[in-house]
């Protein structure tokens, strides 16, 4: 049988990350200048139903009878296998690989689990659609951070822009003009389930106010579906920056964020916000293609430990 692989992109959140928790809307789109990958190869010489899983990044190498039952792996696995009534696969090893920075908010859990699933159902010829495997992945979401929106899952799985709210089909949009996204990592890392678990405490202290940032929120969100729809690119920079301001009220920016997100409007940004989690991770710049080389080297400058630079189309 020969090898199969697949792969899934990495993610940033342009508006509306947190408010999408509590049912407002959030735009998403890929990344796919980095990616995690699965790949399966066939083992005919080993017992019937034994899995091997590699994940040389993590220092895993492990059978996935061995892995504790709440492991992610085990759990997206076996839910695959459960999805598709395949109760005895034919022995395989399965490879993973990532170039997603870890935690830090690209999405790099769910895009492990959508290439899983994606190479376990294509290696047992029954390759599921892009919605299954993203409701699929969101099983095994909900086990890195309890009460994710889905969202990543999402955009993960079906590799587009998407505008998202809990509960709802997805809507994909179109892209009037292509733009140019600087993306600059911390190198903080921390847990989603951390962050969320955050913004929930402060909401059940003062669920008014909160409730307001994440219905302005919200209607920035809108207000950015419109422009970008549109092509009116030089709307997005304030719409970035003031989603930004609402996500400081929020709590879940941090100095290192701030820092680089000073840095990117002195180069030349036309916006910068976090994007994901926050507490660290990753923050996002609206540029010029042109400028978006100096604005990478300034957001080095500033204590970045990695840039990309990606366009949304
Ligand atoms: C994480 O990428 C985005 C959050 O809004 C959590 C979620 O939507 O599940 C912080």
Redesign the pocket.
């Known amino acids: 049988m020969p090898a199969i692989s697949a792969s899934a992109p990495a993610k940033i959140?342009l508006f509306g990350?947190?408010a999408?928790?509590y049912g407002r809307p959030?735009i998403a789109v890929p990344v796919d200048q980095v990616k995690a990958r699965a790949a399966i190869q066939a083992e005919p010489l080993a017992r019937q139903g034994i899995i091997k899983i590699e994940a040389p990044e993590i220092n895993l190498a492990s059978t996935l009878e061995q892995l504790p039952r709440d492991h992610p792996l085990r759990v997206t696995i076996e839910n695959v296998l459960a999805a598709l009534k395949v109760t005895s696969p034919p022995a395989f090893t399965l490879r993973i690989s990532s170039t997603i920075p870890l935690a830090s908010?690209l999405?790099s859990g769910a895009a492990v689990s959508v290439a899983v699933i994606r190479a376990v159902s294509s290696f047992l010829g029954k390759p599921l659609d892009d919605q299954r495997i993203s409701d699929l992945a969101y099983q095994t979401?909900l086990i890195y951070?309890g009460?994710?929106?889905?969202?990543?899952n999402t955009v993960v799985a079906f590799d587009k822009p998407v505008y998202f709210m809990q509960g709802k089909p997805i809507q994909t949009f179109p892209i009037q003009h292509p733009f140019t996204i600087i993306i600059g990592d911390t190198g903080v890392c921390n847990s989603?389930a951390e962050?969320?678990g955050y913004v929930r405490a402060r909401w059940q202290v003062d669920p008014t106010g909160f409730e307001t940032i994440f219905d302005q929120i919200g209607s920035i969100t809108n207000q950015g579906r419109q422009a970008i729809q549109h092509g009116r690119i030089n709307d997005l920079g304030p719409m970035l920056d003031e989603n930004q301001v609402l996500l400081q009220q929020l709590g879940v920016s941090t100095p290192a964020l701030e820092r680089l997100i000073n840095a990117a409007h002195q180069a030349g940004a036309s916006g910068a916000k976090l994007s994901?989690?926050g507490g660290g991770g990753n923050m996002i710049a609206l540029a010029d293609p042109q400028d978006a080389p100096f604005i990478s080297s300034a957001l080095y400058a500033a204590g970045a430990v990695r840039t990309i630079i990606t366009q949304v189309h």
């Open positions: 959140i990350e947190h999408v928790v959030a908010g999405g979401e951070h009460t994710p929106s889905g969202i990543d989603t962050m969320v994901g989690k």
